[in-house]
T-cell receptor, first 116, second 112 residues
Framework: ETGVTQTPRHLVMGMTNKKSLKCEQH?????MYWYKQSAKKPLELMFV???????ENNSVPSRFSPECPNSSHLFLHLHTLQPEDSALYLC???????????????FGPGTRLTVL | SQKIEQNSEALNIQEGKTATLTCNYT??????LQWYRQDPGRGPVFLLL?????KEKRKERLKVTFDTTLKQSLFHITASQPADSATYLC???????????FGTGTQLKVEL
């Protein structure tokens, strides 16, 4: 799991806290993604950062704020979360090949977030 | 809205048999489909990609088919082993992009 690392691996926070999730990729990729994985639900794409685009899923609440300072690092800033935000947050990266999409995404191990 | 359905029930098979997992979709015309494997407590790992103009792809003991008329993909693991036990996710993607839409996954258990 040295390709894409995520910290922390586990996080428990209250609804009034502010915290940040960190993702770092060591693969030389140029696109990074945040996903949310809740129990019994499919992975939900939250945000995409790449040289070509910045995508934000309209269904993601504003209490989630992404930051991508460079192509190797991606953050997810959290504030005033709700208990239903408890989930596994996965980061992924890919190399844009320009072949029409379908580039392999490499996932990190995820941050297990619990909101009390 | 887009909908992707995978076997909702867990799939238990005997070692050595072929496991077949299904992925059906509606309200979507994907340019490609990917299959990922996810183990407990870990992120998904890419297995195979198949594009809309391809019928079948193989990689070692893995085979995936893609029928855009039926809007279905089948994922086969031949000569299954206990180490193949995991959750398998299908994901659909648009032409020219990498914004994936995932299914809920099928949990496979290979028993001795």
């Amino acid at each position: 799991e040295t390709g894409v690392t995520q910290t922390p691996r586990h996080l428990v926070m209250g609804m009034t806290n502010k915290k940040s999730l960190k993702c770092e990729q060591h693969l030389g990729h140029n696109a990074m993604y945040w996903y949310k994985q809740s129990a019994k639900k499919p992975l939900e794409l939250m945000f995409v950062y790449s040289l070509e685009e910045r995508f934000e899923n309209n269904s993601v609440p504003s209490r989630f704020s992404p930051e991508c300072p460079n192509s190797s690092h991606l953050f997810l800033h959290l504030h005033t979360l709700q208990p239903e935000d408890s989930a596994l947050y996965l980061c992924a990266s890919s190399r844009l090949s320009g072949t029409g999409g379908g580039d392999t995404q490499y996932f990190g191990p995820g941050t297990r977030l619990t909101v009390l | 809205s887009q909908k992707i359905e995978q076997n909702s029930e867990a799939l238990n098979i005997q070692e050595g048999k072929t496991a077949t997992l299904t992925c059906n979709y509606t309200n979507y015309s994907p340019a490609y489909l990917q299959w990922y494997r996810q183990d407990p407590g870990r992120g998904p790992v890419f297995l195979l990609l198949i594009r809309e103009n391809e019928k079948e792809k193989r990689k070692e003991r893995l085979k995936v088919t893609f029928d855009t008329t039926l809007k279905q993909s089948l994922f086969h693991i031949t000569a299954s082993q206990p180490a193949d036990s995991a959750t398998y996710l299908c994901a659909l993607g648009p032409g020219g992009g990498n914004k994936l839409t995932f299914g809920t996954g099928t949990q496979l258990k290979v028993e001795l």
